[in-house]
């Protein structure tokens, strides 16, 4: 049973124009959501995160968007860049144990055509 | 400062056989992860551990064992490895840092079960 789910396993994108990632999730007690994005034979790297209590966070080029009624967020990269090709994750932290763990989707793979 | 890292980068073995998988991070974290990436399933949790001396199951444990050696190793066992069970696998550390939650990765083991 899939929580954080990244329904595109891919996407394709024109140099300079906007990528929008989309990640939904079932728990409610999720109070934090990270991206991620990972280039092949490397390890994930951090991208952004927003807390539960924020709608919107934006750093650079990235901007995560956090709608908790419909337990959606997306991932705005404006403009997209060929360097930008990678796969990304979205992860949520699930606090219902009492301890944080890192819940994470598929994955969506993008490639900015130049 | 090295961050994560994992060894061995590549590994092989035969159906059956046990290896432990090595994780070791500088950065003073207390919270640590074992994840697995599969084509199509994404970054599933294996086992994590909030603070030296605790593990806890994640989404995915069974057939492997962990421990926390101390506040900067967390191992991972696979007793009878199966061909189940090759994947690339990644260890993480967490820390918050001016209020941003983020999970360290190291660069991956490639395991090969035959």
């Known amino acids: 049973d899939q929580q954080v789910k990244q329904n595109s396993p891919s996407l394709s994108v024109q140099e300079g124009r906007i990528s929008i990632l989309n990640c939904d999730y079932t728990n409610s007690m999720f109070d934090y959501f990270l991206w991620y994005k990972k280039y092949p034979a490397e390890g994930p790297t951090f991208l952004i995160s927003?807390?539960?209590?924020?709608d919107k966070n934006e750093d650079g080029r990235f901007t995560v968007f956090l709608n908790k009624s419909a337990k959606h967020l997306s991932l705005h990269i404006v403009p997209s860049q060929p360097g930008d090709s990678a796969v990304y994750f979205c992860?949520?932290?699930?606090?219902?144990?009492?301890?944080?763990?890192?819940?994470f989707g598929t994955g969506t793979r993008l490639k900015v055509l130049a | 400062n090295a961050g994560v890292t994992q060894t061995p980068k590549f590994q092989v073995l035969k159906t059956g056989q046990s290896m432990t998988l090595q994780c070791a991070q500088d950065m003073n974290h207390n919270s640590m992860y074992w994840y697995r990436q599969d084509p199509g399933m994404g970054l599933r949790l294996i086992y994590y551990s909030a603070s030296e001396g605790t593990t806890d199951k994640g989404e995915v444990p069974n057939g492997y064992n962990v421990s926390r050696l101390n506040k900067r190793e967390f191992s991972l066992r696979l007793e009878s490895a199966a061909p189940s069970q090759t994947s690339v696998y990644f260890c993480a550390s967490s820390a918050s840092l001016s209020g941003i939650e983020k999970l360290f990765f190291g660069s991956g083991t490639q395991l090969s079960v035959l």
């Open positions: 927003i807390s539960s209590i924020k």
């Open positions: 992860a949520a932290r699930d606090t219902t144990s009492g301890t944080y763990k890192y819940i």
